[in-house]
């Protein structure tokens, strides 16, 4: 591109930017034009390491630590952080840590570098040119979020039009060595409040390991996720799982599907969760229209960001579709903002956001995240996320670090 392309192109997407904000600003708010506007200077990108507490096993492989990328975004005296959730391979997603870095550093974070932006919302408009790569957006618009919020002294969950001020958490447990070591993990989360237990199946640890955790709980509120691990020719098997009072089964088929869902959710009694297929509110729509689900799971990388997923969460509630927060075993950066993103309206199912200590023994926000003993996170009222970012820790962590300036 000649620089006379690239100013068109950026000319082009601020006007588009300026023409959203504009729609959508709330009347209370349209007067104060350039309040607060920040001038997008620095983009530093990092790769910290944290070893889980306990292995995470789902139908695509078992997990032992994590390689987190954490992003800040820094201008007018603010430093927002955002968590990028692509994994360490790309097998729940296409994205993962090697290919969300250079997509940042090449593409995105030009994209916002040297612009005024004054609110987090305006981040979607700006990136609109790369094609996919959510949760590689989605880390930077939420460390937008979190400026803006910083920047209006808010509590982030009130800046995203939350209402709850506190939020039902659920666990997801993963695939175990044996049968015991699973009822021995659901006794422990029972025990500590969590609300509803979601266990991960594959053929193989499906109905049999149903049959015994119903056996010693039959009244819980008991969840499924498969991730894809079975196809519509196995309507029968999963069929089976009729008879255990589930809340839902999570994504029995293909990730990308939402039409074969539809044909099978038709076939069963439990109702489907969606995750993997909506990667935006035009998802949402089909597949509510469908009838290939009746709850949706957000994931705010999965969908791209704060601006997308409260989309998602708007269609559903329109459509008397419950929502709840999925989790991708963040650390407490991550963590926060889905706890922000759970105190919205129509998130009335537990979510995957559960404390702190579940992951790691020692997390980089404070306080850690925690779960009261009736299984509720509550929300803090301070500024931005209620959450203190442990820089020195997070240095400690780091093994590569990357920072973008404009130009
Ligand atoms: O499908 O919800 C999923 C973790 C990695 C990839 C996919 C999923 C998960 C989880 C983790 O279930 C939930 C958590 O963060 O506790
Ligand atoms: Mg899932």
Same mark, same amino acid.
């Given at each position: ?225 498969? #991730? ?16 255990? #009072? ?50 949706? #799971? ?47 309206? #129509? ?61």
């Amino acid at each position: 591109m000649t620089g006379f392309e690239i100013a068109l192109e950026t000319g082009f997407s601020m006007m588009r930017a300026v023409k959203e904000t504009v729609d959508t600003l709330p009347s209370d708010a349209a007067g104060e034009s350039n309040a607060g506007s920040m001038k997008i200077e620095a983009i530093t990108l990092r790769e910290v390491q944290m070893p889980l507490v306990h292995f995470f096993e789902t139908s695509f492989g078992r997990i032992y630590s994590r390689r987190i990328l954490l992003v800040t975004v820094e201008g007018g005296g603010l430093r927002g952080w955002g968590e990028c959730v692509a994994g360490e391979n790309p097998f729940y997603s296409s994205e993962w840590i090697e290919s969300a870095w250079p997509t940042i550093t090449k593409f995105l974070a030009p994209m916002l570098l040297g612009k005024t932006v004054s609110q987090g919302r305006e981040a979607p408009a700006l990136l609109l040119q790369v094609r996919g790569h959510r949760m590689a957006k989605a880390a930077l618009e939420n460390a937008l979020w979190d400026m803006e919020a910083q920047e209006k002294k808010q509590p982030l969950w009130k800046l995203l039009g939350g209402s709850r001020t506190q939020i039902p958490c659920g666990v997801s447990i993963g695939i175990q060595d044996s049968h015991e070591q699973l009822l021995d993990k659901i006794a422990n989360e029972l025990a500590a409040g969590y609300r509803r237990i979601k266990l991960k199946v594959k053929p193989g640890w499906d109905v049999n390991v149903l049959e015994k955790v119903r056996a010693r709980w039959p009244d819980i509120t008991l969840s499924v996720d498969a #991730n894809s691990a079975y196809t519509l020719d196995q309507t029968e098997q999963l069929r089976e799982f009729d008879q255990f #009072n589930l809340l839902m089964i999570e994504q029995p088929l293909w990730n990308d599907d939402i039409y074969y869902h539809a044909r099978l959710q038709k076939q069963l009694r439990t109702s489907i969760c969606l995750d993997e297929s909506i990667e935006h509110a035009r998802d949402a729509a089909f597949a509510v229209e469908a009838g290939a689900c009746r709850i949706i #799971n957000i994931k705010v990388g999965r969908v791209g960001g704060f601006s997308e997923a409260k989309k998602v969460h708007d269609v559903c509630q329109a459509n008397r579709i419950p929502v709840w927060c999925g989790g991708m075993l963040e650390s407490g950066i991550g963590r926060s903002h889905n706890i922000a993103l759970s105190t919205l309206e #129509n998130f009335s199912l537990p979510g995957d956001v559960s404390a702190s200590k579940r992951y790691w023994k020692e997390d980089i926000v404070d306080p850690e995240v925690e779960v009261s003993r009736e299984g509720f996170i509550s929300l803090r009222d301070e500024p931005g996320t209620g959450y203190r970012v442990r820089e020195d820790l997070i240095e400690k962590l780091t093994v590569k670090k990357e920072v973008v300036l404009e130009g």
